[in-house]
């Protein structure tokens, strides 16, 4: 069950990239659900057919695009068309990402230069054309996706950790520059999301990272991140941009790894006198 109400977002229209599948599958559902007409966007048109058919199925008005968020000619074909239906934008979640886990000295320049292409350039051509052909003059919100890496190094994630600090500084400049038109730029960054092709990717590459490691006590799910873009995307965010949250059950500030071990340390420890 929902906090918000089912017609949060009626009226509105959310565009979201890498959304035929993962959190970005679930972001669209989440602003489908509550209201938005929701246009995603991949590079894979069988995902984008399937997706679309299963939205469509639970009630939600979904259609879709194939766009490579790293051609600006893509990106403006695929807004033109979701412009063209008439009913305007009003959110924007740049959702899609490239990821491999690889240590640097395993990462070839094309490789790196892919993911940055992808997460940093990518985000970048989505929120300048959607700017300039429609928020610049009727505001919105725009939400990136990004990762907790910025304050940390990150083993086998160079490449994203490099793209998405990027990107969290776009998100930043975008919100100080784009706030007179009424636009509002925030970040997601979300820790260890269960069911996603990345964290798969890398759970194989590394090995599984349990519950036990998170202080909440419970690995992610996409819905965690899907409610927060919600959030960001609705009235009660309206004073909020330039933000980047990071949604990761705390694990990002628990700096010596002490959450798995703090129920027996304290059952263990030596009563002292006062």
């Given at each position: 069950?929902?906090?918000f109400?089912?017609?949060?977002?009626?009226?509105?229209?959310?565009l979201?990239t890498?959304?035929?599948?993962?959190?970005?599958?679930?972001?669209?559902?989440?602003?489908?659900?509550?209201?938005?007409r929701?246009?995603?966007?991949?590079?894979k048109v069988?995902?984008?057919?399937?997706?679309t058919?299963?939205?469509?199925?639970e009630g939600i008005?979904?259609?879709?695009h194939?766009?490579?968020?790293r051609?600006?000619d893509?990106?403006?074909a695929?807004?033109?068309?979701?412009l063209?239906?008439?009913?305007?934008?009003?959110i924007?979640?740049?959702?899609a990402a490239g990821n491999?886990?690889?240590?640097?000295?395993?990462?070839?320049?094309?490789?790196?230069?892919?993911?940055?292409?992808?997460?940093?350039?990518?985000?970048y051509?989505?929120?300048k054309?959607?700017?300039?052909?429609?928020?610049?003059?009727n505001g919105?919100?725009?939400?990136?996706i990004?990762?907790?890496?910025?304050?940390?190094?990150?083993?086998?994630?160079?490449?994203?950790a490099?793209?998405?600090?990027?990107?969290?500084?776009?998100?930043?400049?975008?919100?100080?520059e784009?706030?007179r038109?009424?636009i509002r730029?925030?970040?997601?960054?979300p820790?260890?999301?269960?069911?996603?092709?990345?964290v798969?990717?890398?759970?194989?590459?590394?090995?599984?990272?349990?519950?036990?490691?998170?202080?909440?006590?419970?690995?992610?799910?996409?819905?965690?991140?899907?409610?927060?873009?919600?959030?960001l995307?609705t009235?009660?965010?309206?004073?909020i941009?330039?933000?980047?949250w990071?949604?990761?059950?705390?694990?990002?500030?628990?700096?010596i790894?002490?959450?798995g071990?703090?129920?027996d340390?304290?059952?263990?420890?030596?009563?002292?006198?006062?």
């Amino acid at each position: 069950m929902s906090a918000f109400r089912e017609d949060v977002l009626s009226g509105r229209v959310a565009l979201v990239t890498g959304g035929a599948t993962g959190i970005g599958k679930e972001i669209a559902r989440t602003l489908g659900l509550h209201g938005a007409r929701v246009f995603i966007c991949s590079r894979k048109v069988d995902r984008l057919e399937k997706s679309t058919a299963e939205l469509r199925a639970e009630g939600i008005d979904c259609a879709w695009h194939r766009c490579d968020v790293r051609d600006p000619d893509s990106v403006s074909a695929a807004v033109e068309n979701l412009l063209g239906r008439g009913h305007g934008l009003d959110i924007v979640v740049n959702n899609a990402a490239g990821n491999f886990p690889a240590p640097i000295s395993r990462i070839s320049p094309k490789g790196f230069r892919t993911v940055v292409d992808i997460d940093l350039l990518g985000t970048y051509n989505v929120s300048k054309i959607a700017v300039d052909a429609w928020l610049r003059d009727n505001g919105g919100s725009i939400v990136n996706i990004s990762a907790p890496f910025e304050g940390k190094g990150a083993a086998l994630q160079s490449h994203v950790a490099a793209a998405k600090a990027a990107v969290d500084s776009l998100t930043r400049t975008c919100a100080v520059e784009w706030g007179r038109h009424g636009i509002r730029v925030n970040g997601i960054a979300p820790g260890h999301v269960a069911d996603t092709e990345g964290v798969a990717r890398f759970t194989a590459a590394a090995g599984a990272s349990g519950p036990e490691r998170i202080p909440l006590g419970r690995v992610g799910v996409a819905r965690d991140i899907a409610n927060s873009v919600l959030f960001l995307s609705t009235e009660a965010a309206s004073y909020i941009s330039g933000q980047v949250w990071t949604v990761d059950g705390a694990s990002s500030v628990d700096q010596i790894g002490m959450a798995g071990r703090l129920a027996d340390m304290e059952a263990n420890w030596p009563e002292r006198e006062s």
